[in-house]
Nanobody, 117 residues
């Protein structure tokens, strides 16, 4: 069993910054990808950024590239999403997710990010 605990998020002004973190625990030795999706109002869930752990490759969606940075700590079970130059369209519920080598996905409970002046 995998548990994902998220923290961070909240309210920011346009152009501001927020950070999110996600710690994975439990059966994580076969992790394939660890990262973040988001769901904006009236939209489906979309990938924000993730790390393909066996390859140590980080992927970013076009709409966050050069603004958001995904990193992880030395234990490789916590990822951080630094969000800079926030825009109102970044308002969403952000979900941490982990997928394993077998394709099983696990999700965090979600954390709200609101960007408004």
């Amino acid at each position: 069993q995998v548990q994902l605990v998220e923290s961070g998020g909240g309210l920011a002004q346009p152009g501001g910054s927020l950070s999110l973190s996600c710690t994975a625990s439990g059966f994580t030795f076969d992790t394939y990808a660890l990262g973040w999706y988001r769901q904006r109002p009236w939209n489906g869930r979309e990938l924000v950024a993730d790390i393909i752990t066996p390859l140590d490759i980080t992927n970013y969606s076009e709409f966050v590239k050069d603004r958001f940075t995904l990193s992880r700590d030395n234990t490789k079970t916590t990822v951080y999403l630094q969000m800079n130059s926030l825009k109102p369209e970044d308002t969403a519920v952000y979900y941490c997710y982990l997928s394993n080598l077998g394709g099983t996905e696990h999700w965090g409970q979600g954390t709200q990010v609101i960007v408004a002046s």
